[in-house]
């Protein structure tokens, strides 16, 4: 198998990696800061492919790409307010159920709306074609998701590391009653972090939508591998969560490459390592709510 | 609980079972229908073996259907073709065996981990399955099955397969009763309601925990191999672990609390499919919307608001809980049987050598040498921060000492997890009451009792047979004076009543050696009569190690005394030795040293003004514990006051309830003309107040000028002194050089000044210390201690600090707390001048 087969496929995962990372972030501020366990996750990544096939019909690519993950913030705002609100001071296990009655509620909802039958979800016009590198080919389309997540990730560092309210979400993951105690409502953080946490996965859905389609399960597909990279990466670590998505999603080129049906095996298995060896992942600190 | 007998639970199923085919008739729905249900049921028992009586949550159940289902056809098709039984039972083996496996590999975590591991296991398993489609079909599946005859019974028709399906679903049921009713299923509700207890009780965890997953593994495969012949077919779609989250959302909807909840649950979620498949396409929306209604208003399930319906009908329980509560218990005169004859040990019974302990940098424990004799009451005392209950820890077995060894009769224990040092016959009590919360107070001591029982583990026979374990139970209820109360559960006793249960776990253990931690922690006065003397009973059997802070009774009850202080131990000896010992003094009451760098700052103090902070008669509880009785104080502007008393007197607790971390049940807080007591503490925060909090509580993660500029956010009020960082820097120099550092590696001192300065940052008008100097080099202190001296002048603040030298030199007035009350109130000068004034006050 020649050399530069295996790096294009490398490459081609890392680009699918990048999207896998805005869901895995999105995953894992909802569990650093709220506590929760959120495994409706990829349900709001169905909701933003789903709500971008409505807007683009009507504004756009780029405009699906700017509101559909505006749309699921707002939806989780008032799914946090007037739900999860309520089971913060509970058990976790609790609000991982709820989470998951949120799941089965939500893929059935959109079998509902739009039919079980996938709908059709072209590349945009503007972003069709290759773009050619020395010898790599890549197509334009995955290089502006490149583009697009590495916005977001960044952008979401500079929120949670050069804002007030990022400070107040880091202090928060450490010491939510100091931070009271400091003059600091955290209720509203809360809320706002659960929306930027679906908004993400909003996002993701979003660009993925003309790489893998858009049908009702496809947030049940997606869930298992964010939570592959969370665990990977690490609870409470951006960076981890970064790396962690992109080796994911390297992983997951190489072995399609070399024996397909082990692909998404292979993952399980790397989750399955990683909790037993190692629970707090590659850079993630310990969280004794969580054992 | 004993249902009646018509109510029990198993004839209550086989009624439901032999009807259930008329039944479905009746509403249009197929015999196939039926069966579906009854499978259902015994799955969702299954289930509940592991959710509701043990605690856990699995989203593995998917894999051990499916594949049990597999495992049960492709026997059939490649091996056996016509047989059933054999199938069937291959395929629940096979399930049990994969529940071993996958169980030995996800116990290995806890809590949410050990969920996301079933997770991962059961999407491994269904890609692999839905992928290996030469072996299993894929999502087509494999046809060739045959179902002729089951158990003698042709079962080709639908109904009959029924009838031999009820009946196998039947005796699992009944299996599965008696498993939870052996001694085997009741510590499975112990590890449900507290597994670290259930630890110290002297029980293996891992062990019952893997036979449960086991267990609950075997009947979800039962039901797998049965629904196979049921649809005469296999397909991935089995494995699939979306079922996984059915039968979560089924045990749930059902009420796991309840034996017959996820039955009914299993019977419902089919029932619900059915009928609202005819009207509408989208059921499972509605079964998920119904599902999250549960777990918002009714976590119990259809079962619990079926209670709730029918809970006027039964007022039984209630009062036994109310009497429960009011009861105050006498213990009896007589030690229990089970704890006499024991042969005295002579010299050690227990033995510390060298032991020592680290977290990180810091040394809780250095070099402890500590000897108990049998039959010797010996207390352990010391100042806060003094590593009692972390030698007592490392003594029963919670960590691992880090150097030197722990003998008892001879025999090393350090290393021991707890479970095996209970086994050597050393048993300790919690400070923070420790209970099964679920239970009732017999059956919390039934279990400690049934530890030592060579049937522990058994399975099969009902946990009332143990006779002898009964027998004991009942004499150690009657000797902590519990009788008539015994069938109350645990949450509605006293605070006394629960800490008497507390000590009584431990005694349940049949221990030689007892480590009793801090037993009369929050008891009236009355309530610590009786268990000293209880405790002074028991030592005329076993040997009994006491943390305690009551030192009047500590000296009235010991034979013995060692005094700890920063890890180490002061000195050992008996009573009359330690009361009057001149470290032991130095210890509690300070050295007497002159703090000469604070006479030029107190000369120029003016003089105290108004009252900024006022407490009146403030009662506050921690859970049922009654840490604050009627505390009233002052504070005015320009003045320093201190908060003195002995460890656990609710000195800070007392900061807690003025900041609102704590907010009293009684009584009123006045800051600056308004009323604070109960308000949420970012409120409090921002009307000026400023929290230093023991142990300092940076956040770590966060730089030092990121720590300032979060206290900076919010108190922008008009009153009070703003304090710009320029200001901080020229009360705390050393701050600006380490702005950039984390927090966490910062020294003490550096991290007591960077608190200190968050607390100033912003606006603001009174200060709460809570021991500042704890844990600094002395150097570090004189610093610290400057820098309070001169923010005398500028605002108010209350100090807790148990270093007397210090405090009575920076405090105008100090208040004495005991106990929860205040037991003193006046100026300092007095009390920093007269030692024989501070023994009185603050000594025995």
């Known amino acids: 198998m020649p050399l530069f087969v295996i790096l294009e496929h490398m490459a081609n995962g890392l680009l699918v990696g990048s999207y896998y990372v805005v869901l895995a972030l999105g995953l894992s501020l909802i569990f650093s800061l709220g506590g929760v366990v959120n495994l409706a996750h990829g349900a709001f990544y169905a909701l933003g492919a789903y709500l971008a096939w409505e807007v683009q019909r009507r504004l756009g690519f780029f405009g699906a790409l700017a509101l559909s993950p505006l749309g699921v913030a707002a939806i989780g705002v008032v799914i946090e307010r007037l739900c999860l609100r309520r089971l913060y001071r509970e058990d976790p296990g609790l609000a991982l159920l709820f989470t998951f009655g949120l799941a089965m509620a939500a893929e059935q909802s959109l079998r509902l709306v739009w039919g079980a039958t996938g709908l059709p979800f072209g590349i945009p016009e503007a972003l069709r074609g290759q773009i050619f590198l020395g010898d790599f080919i890549y197509s334009r389309y995955r290089l502006a998701v490149l583009a697009v997540s590495a916005v977001a990730v960044l952008g979401c560092w500079l929120l949670l590391n050069k804002t007030s309210f990022g400070l107040v979400v880091r202090a928060g993951t450490r010491d939510p009653e100091m931070v009271r105690a400091l003059g600091i409502a955290l209720s509203p953080v809360l809320t706002a972090i659960f929306a930027l946490g679906v908004g993400l996965a909003g996002l993701a859905g979003v660009m993925s939508a003309p790489l893998a389609g858009v049908q009702p399960a496809m947030g049940t597909e997606i869930l298992t591998a964010a939570f592959v990279i969370v665990v990977i990466g690490g609870l409470g670590s951006f960076w981890g969560v970064v790396y962690a998505g992109l080796l994911v999603g390297v992983v997951r080129g190489l072995t399609v490459l070399f024996y397909p049906p082990a692909a998404e095996a292979s993952m399980y298995a790397l989750m399955v390592l990683v909790l037993l060896v190692r629970p707090r992942g590659l850079m993630g600190e310990r969280f004794e709510r969580f054992e | ?369 500590l000897t108990l004799a049998d039959r010797r009451l010996h207390a352990l005392i010391g100042p806060n921060g003094a590593g009692k209950t972390t030698l007592f820890n490392v003594i029963s077995g919670m960590y691992p000492p880090d150097g030197g060894q722990l003998l008892l009769a001879g025999r090393r224990l350090d290393g021991l997890p707890p479970e095996r040092v209970v086994g050597q016959a050393l048993a300790r009590s919690f400070q923070i009451t420790n209970l099964f919360p679920s239970l009732t107070v017999f059956e919390n001591l039934r279990l400690g009792i049934q530890a030592r029982h060579p049937r522990r583990f058994d399975l099969w026979r009902p946990f009332t047979s143990l006779a002898a374990v009964h027998e004991e139970t009942q004499a150690l209820v009657r000797f902590l004076g519990l009788e008539g109360v015994e069938g109350a559960p645990v949450a509605s006793l006293s605070y006394g009543g629960q800490r008497l249960l507390e000590l009584g776990l431990a005694l349940a253990a049949r221990p030689r050696v007892l480590l009793l931690d801090e037993p009369l922690a929050g008891l009236a006065a009355a309530e610590r009569e009786r268990i000293t003397a209880l405790v002074r009973r028991l030592s005329e059997h076993m040997a009994v190690l006491v943390v305690e802070h009551d030192i009047d009774r500590v000296f009235a009850f010991a034979d013995r005394i060692t005094v700890m202080n920063e890890g180490r131990v002061v000195v050992d000896g008996p009573v009359a030795e330690v009361r009057d010992h001149p470290k032991v003094h130095e210890v509690y009451l300070g050295h007497g040293r002159d703090i000469l760098f604070a006479d030029a700052a107190r000369a120029s103090s003016a003089g105290a003004g108004a009252a900024v902070l006022r407490v009146s008669g403030i009662d506050t509880f921690y859970g049922k514990s009654h840490i604050l009785h009627e505390v009233s104080l002052e504070l005015r502007a320009g003045e320093v006051v201190g908060l003195l008393g002995r460890n656990g007197a609710g000195k800070s607790s007392t900061l807690k309830s003025v900041m609102g971390l704590a907010p009293p049940a009684r009584g009123r807080i006045e800051f600056a003309g308004r009323d604070i007591g109960g308000r949420p503490p970012e409120e409090i925060a921002r009307l000026g107040i400023g929290f230093v909090p023991q142990g300092r509580r940076l956040f770590p993660n966060l730089t030092v000028a990121e720590n300032l500029e979060l206290s900076r956010l919010r108190r922008r009020g008009s009153d009070g002194v703003r304090w710009e960082p320029e200001r901080i820097f020229e009360f705390f120099p050393r701050i600006r050089e380490r702005l950039a550092s984390r927090a966490e590696t910062l020294s003490g001192g550096e991290q007591q000044m960077v608190a200190i300065a968050r607390a100033l940052s912003g606006t603001l008008r009174l200060l709460l210390l809570d021991e500042p100097f704890e844990g600094l080099a002395p150097a570090v202190s004189e610093a610290i201690f400057v820098s309070i001296d001169r923010l005398r002048r500028e605002v108010p603040i209350l100090i807790v600090e148990h270093d007397l030298d210090l405090v009575l030199a920076l405090a105008d007035r100090v208040y004495v707390l005991d106990r929860g009350r205040i037991t003193h109130e006046g100026p300092a000068a007095p009390l920093r001048a007269d030692r024989e004034l501070r023994r009185q006050v603050l000594w025995v």
Request: with cysteine; aromatic share 12%.
């Open chain 2, 1 to 369: 609980m004993s249902p009646s007998r018509l109510r029990h639970p198993l004839l209550v199923l086989a009624g439901a079972l032999l009807v259930l085919p008329l039944a479905m008739r009746a509403i249009g729905m197929t015999d196939g229908v039926a069966t579906e249900i009854a499978i259902f049921c015994l799955v969702g028992l299954g289930f509940n073996l592991l959710l509701g009586y043990t605690g856990l949550v699995s989203f593995g159940h998917s894999a051990f259907f499916g594949l049990a289902a597999y495992a049960a056809a492709l026997l059939q098709i490649h091996r056996l073709p016509g047989h059933v039984l054999l199938p069937i039972v291959f395929g629940t083996a096979f399930a049990a065996g994969l529940g071993l496996v996958i169980g030995f590999l996800a116990l290995r975590r806890r809590g949410v981990y050990f969920s996301l591991l079933t997770l991962a296991f059961a999407a491994m398993i269904f890609s692999i399955v839905f992928r290996w489609t030469s072996f299993t079909g894929g999502e087509n599946g494999l046809r060739g099955m045959t179902r002729p005859s089951l158990l003698g019974v042709p079962v080709e028709s639908q109904l009959s397969f029924y009838y031999v399906t009820a009946a196998v679903v039947f005796l699992a049921a009944w299996a599965l009763w008696r498993v939870v009713h052996s001694p085997l299923g009741r510590v499975l509700l112990a590890i449900r309601d507290n597994e670290r207890r259930a630890r110290f009780l002297g029980y293996p965890v891992q062990r019952y925990k893997l036979i449960a997953f086991a267990l609950s593994a075997a009947a979800t495969g039962l039901g797998g191999s049965l629904f196979a012949f049921l649809k005469v077919f296999v397909s991935a779609d089995l494995v699939h672990v979306a079922f996984s989250g059915e039968i979560l959302a089924m045990s749930i909807v059902g009420g796991m609390g309840h034996f017959l909840g996820p039955p009914l649950g299993g019977a419902f979620f089919i029932l619900f499919r059915e009928i609202l498949s005819e009207y509408t396409a989208a059921w499972q929306f509605w079964f998920g919307l119904l599902f999250m209604g549960f777990i918002l208003f009714s976590p119990s399930g259809l079962i619990g608001v079926g209670g709730r319906l029918l809970g006027p009908l039964r007022r039984g329980g209630e009062e036994a809980a109310a009497m429960a509560a009011r009861v105050t218990p006498e213990p009896g005169q007589e030690v229990p049987e089970f704890f006499r004859g024991a042969p005295v040990v002579p010299g050690a019974l227990l033995e510390c050598r060298r032991v020592s302990k680290r977290f990180g940098d810091f040394t809780a424990v250095a070099e402890v040498d």
